[in-house]
Structure formats: structure tokens, C-alpha cells
């Protein structure tokens, strides 16, 4: 955790999710209020398909939703593609930029995901800006490079707490029930502290930076206590309302 920083917890729920599932969105909604929202935020970010309803469900509800990508452009010929402005006029108010299933899967460079997260503020937007390292990287002893490169290159000049929320998700570590050890996160949340404190100063030292990869109930609460992780990105995990709330709850114990 940051001092003085209302953690996030986001559940990121990939190309899973039909007009079913909702009953999951509609529980978690009910299952965040309270006073605890007051201090932890919790977003969950469905397919495209179910944006629109799933922000109706959560009108009077803390629960925010996002969208799980953007294209750069506003508008235009870019069939298949959502724009920030799109998730905006659908009530979201987060957009994930840079997961690394995008940047694999679509080849999407520092370069593009930055242009996104320029796009999601020009929208009002909050972008999560992911980095992490692959295994391969982590084996050669790359972790800190990478993590260097990719929040100099994705993130934006103009971001601001408000605006942007980092996550770092190793690459080896999602959807394959491997975390890093604790020293590892600390020093991985440490490391991006200092860089991000060195470009944007005193606004650095309060935007968040989230962890992601494998975070279950069973882990929870470990690693949202770690100095510097101010919240979660969840993806299996966040399927289940019973299971989104176990790792949201974890911070009734932290906060107390
Ligand atoms: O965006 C979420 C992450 O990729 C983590 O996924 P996971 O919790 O299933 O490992």
C-alpha cells in the first residue's frame, strides 16, 4: 500500500462473459457497498458486448466499469475497434491499455499502447497501463529494464494520478497460479515508484500501481500489503462475484 493512495481492485475479466454473467456483475456491485468502498475502489472490466448494460446495473452502485481496450483514433474506419469515446457515452470510466495478451496477441507496441492512453484521456478516461516481463526476459535477469522501457514508452507525458493507474503484471505469472515471491513485488513496486517519482515528482508518489498475475483470496491479502501495491488486476479471479469480493475484502483486514 501507498500512504494517503485509495487502493484499486479490478477485475479484468478477458473475452469471457455472456448476458449471464451479469448476475456475477450484479452481485459484486451489491457486495461492494458499504464502508469499505469508501476507501478501496473496485472497477470490473467486462467484454465490450456487456459495457453498456453492465454500467446501467451500477448506476447507484461504487462498482465502476471499464472496457478492456481502445483503438488511438477517435472515430473513423477501424472496423472491430471501440473508441474511448464509445466506453465514455457507455458510462465507462477506465479502459486497460497494454495488457500483455494484446501486445502478444496483436501486436501491439509501447509506442500504440501509449497513443491509447492518450486517446482514453482525451475521452475522461482513467487508463490502466500494463507492463510486465515475460519469462524468458525475467531468466535473462531483465525484469528492471523491461519494466523501465515499457513505463517510459507507454505511459504518457501528460499522465496524472488521476488519469492513470499502472499495472504490472509479470507475464509468466497470469492465468498460471505462479506469483513472484514478496521481496520480488516489493522490489519490482519500488523500482517503478522511484521511476515514476523521477518523471512526474510529487504526482508520481500517488499514482497507482497495481499488481497483477494469479491473484487469488488465497494470496490476497500478501501481496496487497506489499509497500506500493495500491490494488489488484484480476482475471480469473474476477469471474466469480465470491471470489472478486474474498480479494476486495482483504483490505477490511489491511485497513484496519
Ligand atoms: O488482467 C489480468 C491479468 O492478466 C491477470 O490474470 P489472472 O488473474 O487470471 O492471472
Redesign the pocket.
Known amino acids: 500500500m501507498t500512504p494517503d493512495v485509495r487502493p484499486l481492485v479490478a477485475g479484468?475479466w478477458?473475452m469471457n462473459g455472456t448476458r449471464a454473467s451479469l448476475d456475477q456483475i450484479k452481485a459484486i456491485a451489491a457486495g461492494v457497498e458499504g464502508p469499505l468502498s469508501a476507501k478501496v475502489e473496485a472497477l470490473i472490466c467486462p467484454p465490450a458486448t456487456l459495457l453498456y448494460v453492465a454500467t446501467a446495473l451500477c448506476t447507484d452502485s461504487p462498482l465502476a466499469i471499464g472496457a478492456q481496450d481502445c483503438h488511438q483514433n477517435p472515430s473513423g474506419a477501424h472496423t472491430g475497434d471501440i473508441s474511448a469515446e464509445m466506453i465514455a457515452d457507455c458510462f465507462g470510466t477506465y479502459v486497460?491499455v497494454g495488457?500483455?495478451?494484446r501486445r502478444t496477441d496483436h501486436a501491439e507496441t509501447d509506442h500504440l499502447v501509449r497513443a491509447k492512453a492518450e486517446a482514453a484521456f482525451a475521452a475522461e478516461l482513467t487508463a490502466i497501463v500494463?507492463i510486465g516481463e515475460t519469462a524468458d526476459e525475467r531468466k535473462a535477469g531483465q525484469t528492471l529494464d523491461i519494466i523501465k522501457r515499457q513505463l517510459s514508452a507507454s505511459v504518457p507525458d501528460s499522465a496524472t494520478p488521476e488519469n492513470t493507474v499502472i499495472?504490472y503484471?509479470p507475464v509468466w505469472?497470469?492465468?498460471?497460479g505462479l506469483t513472484p515471491t514478496v521481496e520480488d513485488v516489493e522490489k519490482a513496486h519500488a523500482f517503478m515508484r522511484s521511476e515514476l517519482v523521477a518523471r512526474f515528482g510529487d504526482a508520481g508518489k500517488k499514482m497507482r500501481i497495481l499488481y497483477?498475475?494469479?491473484?487469488?483470496p488465497s494470496n490476497a491479502k500478501e501481496l496487497m500489503g506489499v509497500a506500493n501495491v495500491d490494488g489488484a488486476?484480476?482475471?480469473?479471479?474476477?469471474l466469480k462475484a465470491t471470489d472478486f469480493l474474498a480479494i476486495y475484502g482483504a483490505y477490511d483486514a489491511l485497513l484496519a
Open positions: 479484468n478477458k486497460i495488457h500483455s495478451e500494463c499495472a503484471e505469472a497470469i492465468g498460471t497483477g498475475g494469479s491473484v487469488k488486476l484480476i482475471g480469473g479471479a474476477s
